[in-house]
């Protein structure tokens, strides 16, 4: 192929994904209109005889106008405000994605996977086995779950803060490596050197477990920049949590990325609290899916604890953001069972709060209630819940007999080896 046909060619690929994020863009805003509510015609004013109007103007003195205070949803919406409420009244028309008895099985067992492995990781850790931080998943197993159901694995970037065991299983790493990472043996996921907080899998396209706050999110446009770099069609998933949120530098990112359009989906975990500051005593601004605003990033305010919404959420996100169009923000308000770390008594809290979240609101147990509704038999669920607690002990016998590095090790990994 000589330098014109390469040339053409280029040219007519690029006009073929305009026309194609041309498309995915109107497929949203038509799916938003539809749930967009029609203003009532105003009523034809009521006219009165002349003489009544007369006798009332006498009667009583024209009274003082009062103000009026006009409401979000009464503004007129121009197209700016308009694409950036889309995808939040997009996913108000349709919150639950249609799972099959078989996806929802598998949710479940995802689920179930990640919240027995952190049991089984906080045993440990009070046994000492695992040294150092170690942040539990427990309770916000939905969020990963949803979300990276709808990512190709080996293709779209994740990347997490300190609370990342949850992220990895739910990618399909293997949990005997992950355990063993945490107990730092050689046969780890990063042969031991990462831990808890700082797991890492190029092979996997898992880009860590950071324990510096928000430090993940400008790293994540990094990782969408290479995306669009290569136009691989890849998207970075960006995981922060709502500390972390309040980061300087995330709001530097969130410039960057809409500037330039990355491929990103940034998500906020909001569970309710940084480490023991509630939501409200840390932030001005609570709904943390409207960060995004003054930076012209959309955003979906999503129920975290239904495995269901999440994955809807994620589907409407994704469409918006590989058809080119940019970076969103999801909020996903979730809730963690346990204290901030394992050295956390989570204090500032009372126990009715944590029973409450997990008698009405569990993850796993509202999927287990829809399967049985169903009509799924229920020795299925069980088949699955002793399915797991086998392959999370043999992940904990693979970690406890697993050799600890070798003294070289600490020669290693000092500087990149290969890219």
Known sequence: MDVAESSQLAHTQAKLRTIEAEAARKRIIDLAKSARPRAAKPAAPVTKPAATRRRAAKATPPAAAEPVIASAADEPLDEATF??????????????????????????????????????????????????????????????????????????????????????????????????????????????????????????????????????????????????????????????????????????????????????????????YAMGTAVKRGSAETHFYRRGTAFRIPGIDVNGMDVLEVRQAAEVALEFVRGGNGPVLLELKTYRYRGHSMSDPAKYRSREEVQEMREKHDPIEAAKTELLQRGVAEDRIKDIDKKIRQVVAEAADFAESSPEPALAELYTDVVVEQY
């Open 83 to 272: 694409a950036l409420r889309s995808l939040q009244q997009a996913h108000a028309n349709n919150r639950r994605f249609e799972a099959s008895d078989d996806e929802l099985l598998h949710f479940y067992e995802q689920m179930v996977l990640i919240r027995r492995f952190e049991e089984k990781a906080g045993q440990l850790y009070g046994l000492g086995l695992i040294g150092g931080f170690c942040h539990l998943y427990i309770g916000q197993e939905a969020v990963a779950v949803g979300l990276q159901s709808a990512l190709s694995e080996g293709h779209d970037s994740v990347i997490t803060g300190y609370r990342d065991h949850g992220h990895m299983l739910a990618y399909g790493i293997d949990p005997k490596v992950i355990m063993a990472e945490l107990t730092g043996r050689g046969a780890g996921i990063s042969r031991g050197k990462g831990g808890s907080m700082h797991m890492f899998s190029t092979d996997h396209k898992f880009y860590g477990g950071h324990g510096i706050v928000g430090a993940q999110v400008p790293l994540g446009a990094g990782l969408a920049f290479a995306h669009k770099y290569r136009n691989d069609g890849g998207v970075c998933m960006a995981y922060f949590g709502d500390g972390a949120a309040n980061q300087g530098q995330v709001y530097e990112t969130f410039n960057m990325a809409a500037l330039w359009k990355l491929p990103i989906v940034f998500v906020v975990e909001n569970n309710g």
